[in-house]
């Protein structure tokens, strides 16, 4: 099976832009979650999707938002960008609705905000 | 919420030497997970292990839910071993779903 993938990889934007970036979980998992890394912050979720619903919030502005499809496939938007939203965004993917599943991470998308 | 702690912060060892990195947690889990961040950013998963030891090739791990601590041993290690090294847990109190909080790492060199 198709790992996790991310798209794009690399991006930079300027303050007050916004940005979409997208994930495709590995075939026939349902649930996308998405985590934002900074070396101040270290690794904090953002929030989690499944079947189209979001079902996990993170303490996040409401500047970051996303979005599941019915494929699966999740997007997240940040608006409004500000200088300390340049980091790695790390999505995972996972069968299910329990958090005893295992959950399998992309490449990520390295953001960089001018 | 629930904090996970990891020690040590940082490990320099000789290829070929044993480790041990540490990670604890405040509250029950039912999901544990340690993962190795390559230099690109990728999070390869180890080990899913919220209780029991596993093993695999010179990886091992052991999480004693009870006393809510996780250890990763790395055996003759190697140059490829280098990088940060997370613990993340899920629990139910963090509102369910599959709500990962990572530790804040191990970053580990292995020199020849």
């Known amino acids: 099976k198709a790992g996790v993938t991310q798209t794009p990889r690399y991006l930079i934007k300027t303050r007050g832009q916004q940005v979409t970036l997208s994930c495709s979980p590995i075939?026939?998992?349902?649930?996308v979650s998405w985590y934002q890394q900074t070396p101040g912050q270290g690794l904090q979720f953002l929030f989690e999707?499944?079947?189209?619903?979001?079902?996990n919030k993170g303490n996040f502005p409401g500047r970051f938002s996303g979005r599941q499809f019915s494929n699966s496939r999740s997007e997240m938007n940040v608006s409004t960008l500000e200088l300390g939203d340049s980091a790695l965004y790390l999505c995972?993917?996972?069968?299910?609705?329990?958090?005893?599943?295992?959950?399998?991470f992309g490449p990520g998308t390295r953001l960089t905000v001018l | 919420g629930i904090q996970v702690e990891q020690s040590p912060p940082d490990l320099i060892l000789q290829e070929g030497a044993n480790s041990t990195l540490r990670c604890n947690f405040s509250?029950?889990?039912?999901?544990l997970q340690w993962f190795h961040q390559n230099p690109w950013g990728q999070l390869i998963n180890l080990f899913y292990?919220?209780?029991g030891t596993k093993q695999n090739g010179r990886l091992s791990a052991t999480t004693v839910a009870t006393e809510r601590y996780s250890l990763l041993y790395i055996s003759s290690s190697q140059t490829t071993d280098s990088g940060v090294y997370f613990c993340?847990?899920?629990?139910?109190?963090?509102?369910?779903?599959?709500?990962?909080?990572f530790g804040t790492g191990t970053q580990l060199k292995v020199e020849l």
């Open positions: 995972a993917s996972s069968p299910g609705q329990v958090s005893t599943d295992t959950q399998y």
């Open positions: 075939s026939g998992h349902r649930s």
């Open positions: 999707y499944f079947s189209e619903t979001q079902r």
């Open positions: 509250d029950s889990v039912n999901n």
């Open positions: 292990i919220p209780s």
């Open positions: 993340a847990v899920c629990n139910r109190r963090t509102g369910g779903g599959n709500k990962l909080t």
